[in-house]
């Protein structure tokens, strides 16, 4: 199969588009963040990249706070809104009716109708260039129960989550393996 080089720009995708809360119960915001990922297990260590003009990013390193909430694919115009409008006039939350919960750690609060919430402190900001990442320790993790099996294993496959790519939002399905299925040996029966 040829490949050409393509022109468009950076592209490492599908990636998780998250709804990062910030601020307080009184005075929460919300913006959608598409550069996002864990760097590290043990702590278990995530991160953002805000750009600076961004209404949250004062809120942010101010606060030293924020929380992922990964969203399901319905939705997925609630996640596009709060990536095209500023929380510095609008209460996004309120009229993308999602429900803020208060957190286990931090200040910031959870997004209810999310299935999965990492509670987040900054450990450290760098300067990358058209955006600033806030690289953050995971407090805590607030997953729906239903997604959480008796022995503690998340079981997302039915979650329907969103996933984003080059401009495109996708939902996520079909599982298709697990992690060493490639190389675990079979049972003997």
Not at 158 to 168: C, D, K, N, R, V
């Amino acid at each position: 199969m040829a490949k050409i080089t393509w022109k468009g720009g950076a592209l490492l995708a599908p990636v998780p588009p998250a709804l990062v809360t910030c601020g307080t119960m009184e005075a929460a915001n919300v913006l959608t963040i598409g550069w996002t990922g864990i760097v590290c297990t043990h702590p278990a260590m995530t991160y953002i990249s805000v750009r600076p003009s961004r209404h949250s990013y004062g809120i942010i390193e101010q606060s030293g706070e924020f929380v992922i909430n990964l969203p399901t694919s319905a939705m997925a115009k609630a996640v596009d809104f709060c990536g095209m409008r500023s929380g510095a006039r609008l209460d996004k939350l309120a009229k993308c009716r999602l429900t803020p919960m208060p957190a286990q750690t931090v200040a910031a609060p959870l997004i209810a109708e999310c299935p999965v919430s990492l509670e987040c402190r900054v450990v450290d900001k760098r300067p990358l260039g058209s955006h600033t990442m806030f690289l953050a320790e995971i407090t805590a993790v607030q997953v729906e129960e239903r997604f959480v099996d008796s022995k503690g294993k998340l079981n997302l496959q039915q979650a329907g989550l969103l996933a984003y790519a080059h401009g495109e939002y996708f939902a996520l399905g079909r599982k298709c393996g697990d992690f060493g299925f490639s190389v675990r040996k079979k049972k003997r029966k």
